[in-house]
């Protein structure tokens, strides 16, 4: 299947799977079928094509990414156009309302994140690291601290503008940021960001790369932390 294979529109309708005039089970059968949200996840910070999504979720077949597409874009949580030449590919981009989904992926994360069964050393895509952030930072302490903070991650740059303890993160060509971290997988970054290692230590083991001031890095990495466990 090619990123310019035809989608067929697949309709849902609010008590398919449950029968239940609640919310939550109507949200469960717009998203709650195997990759629905990761998909969401990861155009949460912009449009991607076909082959990037595929790139970011690598266990996820282009026969699945295609049906999920097609049942994200019927119930109108997502909408895909072709770029203008020279690039001439299409691209799939969250409606206002698939972007309105963040809050509650962000509540479901910190609650999930308190079971002792939760592992932050698993894979993690770029996307998904950045959205953390967002998810974890400490809302009481942010307002304290101004800062673009630039991250290269497996390739994919992104810009973290924090300003009055809001942190909106935007895709970059190029490293920006008064400070930039720079890794080639999540792994080392969550261990500096959640685990807490020392910035020396980091570098030393060649896994993270760090630029810029380095007391305000250690200020940021500050804002971040997984909730207690509860389970």
């Known amino acids: 299947m090619t990123e310019h294979a035809r989608i067929e529109p697949a309709k849902i309708e609010h008590g398919k799977w449950y029968d239940d005039a609640c ?17 969401l996840r990861e155009l949460m910070l912009g449009g991607r094509r076909f082959s990037d999504l595929r790139a970011s979720l690598p266990s996820l077949s282009a026969k699945v990414l295609t049906e999920r597409l097609a049942s994200l874009e019927a119930v109108g949580a997502l909408t895909r156009r072709k770029l203008p030449p020279p690039a001439a590919s299409q691209v799939y ?28 050393q698993l ?21 304290a601290l101004d800062l673009d903070v630039g991250f290269t991650l497996a390739g994919e740059s992104f810009l973290a503008a924090l300003k009055d303890g809001a942190m909106p993160v935007r895709r970059t060509e190029r490293p920006e940021g008064t400070i930039r971290f720079e890794a ?10 959640y685990g807490k290692q020392p910035l020396d230590e980091a570098e030393r083991a060649g896994a993270v790369r760090i630029t810029g001031d380095r007391d305000l890095a250690h200020r940021f990495i500050a804002l971040f932390a997984l909730p207690p466990k509860l389970a």
């Open 123 to 143: 894979p993690l895509s770029p996307v998904s690291f950045m959205l953390s952030l967002r998810t974890m930072i400490d809302p009481a302490a942010a307002p």
């Open 184 to 193: 080639d997988v999540a792994l080392p970054l969550l261990r500096l960001f």
């Open 23 to 39: 919310g939550t089970a109507f949200a469960m059968e717009l998203v709650g079928e195997r990759w629905s949200m990761l998909i």
């Open 93 to 120: 981009e969250l409606t206002e309302w698939g972007y309105a989904a963040e809050p509650a992926m962000q509540a479901l994360g910190r609650w999930a994140a308190r079971s002792s069964a939760h592992n932050p």
